[in-house]
């Protein structure tokens, strides 16, 4: 939008209110500088070496390995959380119970915890001789310095997303269907599997889209707890760091102009699905 | 007491088997992490615990985060004020792509919000041979991890505000300025009361992830002990360089910082439901 275009376009539309012209030009000078300008560096960077050069830095084993990585694993904790938060969020609605605003208060943990204090917890917690990975090892299982370690990492810092987008939409659907559905017949769980569920598409699909947004970006948690060795449990995001170490600043940041374009894919994905929350509502 | 159960109520069962699981889940993925940081802070005592926070290193590292907080922080809150004052207050194209846009940073990875900054001021990057001609220096000092803080807290405090004002309207503002108040004293003396908790709520939460910031930070810190490591980045330090009480001392700082924020988020939420419900609803 060019300055005379705007500002005529400011001086039609101005109404009573002032500072259009102010505000407007503040919040896009702001956002281009701090967000917009540098996004547009990563992508320059990216394809500086042309189309061919962002393939190659692509597309070598070890940075496909972390891409598949990182968002499958993102993939499976969204489902994850998705289910369990559910369940988390039908309790919080639907029951009374002692302690219910204190665990209420506790979903939101993973969003106020800073990540490398998580990461370092759940390290502790999942070696070998911690308190859960001691349990686990006894069975033969291995979480810590795995790639389920870096599952359990997103599973937990995506949990809030799931719940937090379910929590309203439960406690503002109407009981009336419920009820209707039981005069005709229906056991409480078919109601919940049949009538319930399908109500809540749209509002688990997009909390499982943010948690997986969030999983597959995140770095602080997972570091500690993954192990990170190339091609088996080492992420995208922490890839870019190596490759930034190495002054590869291309391939770095092909990686991130990767995950960029699957921040817009979701970013996009996610007004969609809102749009047909707020229509189903 | 009836026999009949209420047709949407679930069996005591199902309820009993619900509940177990939440519960569980909980305790498992949230409460055992935080207890773990609490129980290794303090496991050799509590005079452990303080040397670890005291210790001239850990102490550079707190003052460095409230001090990227502290200017990171007021120009987020600037900003959001001034994006949902557009967005709430005027009529324009593009609106509903802008809001897009302010929430991007959300959803972008912290590691690329500070890859692009290096893109940008590192000495390869855009910027970064001319600034430093002039001895400015951005990356490995303060003024990349304030850059950087600011990418990913860049929407908390406008995304709280946008739906709060959209959903109060014009109505106030208009009659306070056909009444002839000035544009300044209609924004003091009538919008910012009826937002004020709205944006308390937003700048908590914009604190805390400020505060808390690893990813992005970590790439533009350089990791120059005293001088460029905030408390997060002191953690990952001593962690790594297995001094776990000592890195235990400032996690189990940071957690109490957080544990602080949830019980005033959550005292927020109580006592001033109705405005902060406005914004929850969209």
């Known amino acids: ?281 | 007491m009836s026999k009949f159960r209420p047709a949407t109520e679930d069996p005591l069962l199902l309820r009993v088997t619900l509940g177990v699981v939440a519960i569980g889940f909980v305790a498992l993925f949230l409460v055992l992490p935080l207890v773990i940081v609490f129980k290794e802070a303090f496991a050799s005592g509590i005079r452990i615990f303080w040397t670890g926070i005291t210790e001239p290193d850990a102490l550079s590292s707190v003052r460095l985060s409230l001090l990227v907080a502290a200017i990171a922080v007021p120009f987020n809150t600037l900003f959001g004020i001034a994006a949902a004052w557009t967005i709430a207050k005027f009529d324009f194209p593009g609106k509903a792509f802008l809001v897009t846009l302010i929430d991007l940073p959300f959803s972008v990875s912290p590691v690329v919000s500070g890859l692009i900054y290096v893109l940008v001021f590192g000495m390869q990057g855009w910027f970064g041979p001319a600034l430093a001609d002039y001895d400015v220096h951005i990356l490995f000092a303060l003024p990349g991890l304030v850059l950087a803080t600011i990418f990913v807290t860049f929407p908390f405090v406008a995304r709280e505000l946008i739906p709060l004002m959209v959903d109060q309207g014009r109505d106030e503002e208009e009659a306070a300025v056909s009444l002839g108040a000035s544009g300044f004293s209609t924004f003091w003396n009538v919008t910012l009361p009826n937002i004020k908790w709205g944006l308390l709520y937003g700048v908590l939460l914009c604190n805390a992830r400020a505060l808390g910031e690893f990813g992005a930070v970590s790439v533009v810190s350089g990791h120059i002990r005293g001088a460029t490591m905030t408390m997060p980045l002191h953690v990952e330090l001593l962690y790594n360089n297995y001094d776990y009480v000592g890195a235990f001392s400032v996690a189990a700082l940071l957690a109490m910082l957080a544990l602080l924020t949830l019980a005033l988020k959550t005292l927020l939420e109580w006592r001033y439901a109705d405005e902060l419900a406005a914004v929850h609803r969209h």
Do not use: C
């Open chain 1, 1 to 281: 939008m060019s300055a005379i275009g705007l500002s005529t376009f400011a001086r039609r539309n101005r109404g009573v209110l002032p500072g259009f012209g102010l505000s407007l030009g503040f919040t896009v000078f702001y956002l281009s500088m701090i967000v917009l300008i540098p996004l547009l560096a990563l992508f320059a960077r990216a394809f500086s070496n042309g189309m061919d050069g962002f393939w190659t830095a692509i597309s070598t084993p070890r940075v496909l390995a972390s891409l598949r990585l990182s968002f499958g694993m993102a993939a499976l904790a969204a489902l994850i959380d998705s289910v369990f938060g559910f369940v988390i969020a039908w309790v919080l609605v639907r029951y009374r119970f002692p302690g219910k605003s204190f665990l209420d208060a506790l979903i939101d943990l993973p969003f106020a915890l800073p990540t490398a204090v998580a990461g370092i917890a759940l390290s502790t917690l999942y070696a070998p001789n911690g308190w859960i990975g001691s349990l686990l090892i006894t069975h033969g299982i291995r979480i810590a310095y795995t790639p389920w370690g870096v599952l359990v990492a997103m599973t937990f810092i995506g949990l809030p997303f799931t719940v937090r987008t379910l929590q309203p939409v439960l406690s503002e659907q109407g009981q009336d269907v419920e009820e209707a559905a039981a005069t005709l017949g229906a056991t409480r769980l078919q109601t919940i599997a049949r009538v319930i569920v399908p109500m809540l598409v749209p509002a688990m699909l997009t909390g499982a889209a943010m948690a997986f947004a969030r999983g597959v970006g995140e770095y602080g948690s997972i570091i500690f707890l993954a192990g990170n060795l190339p091609m088996i449990s080492e992420i995208a995001p922490l890839l870019i760091i190596t490759k930034l170490e190495q002054y590869d600043y291309a391939g770095a940041a092909a990686i991130g102009a990767v995950m960029l374009m699957a921040s817009f894919v979701m970013l996009l994905a996610l007004n969609g699905l809102q749009g047909w929350a707020a229509k189903r509502r």
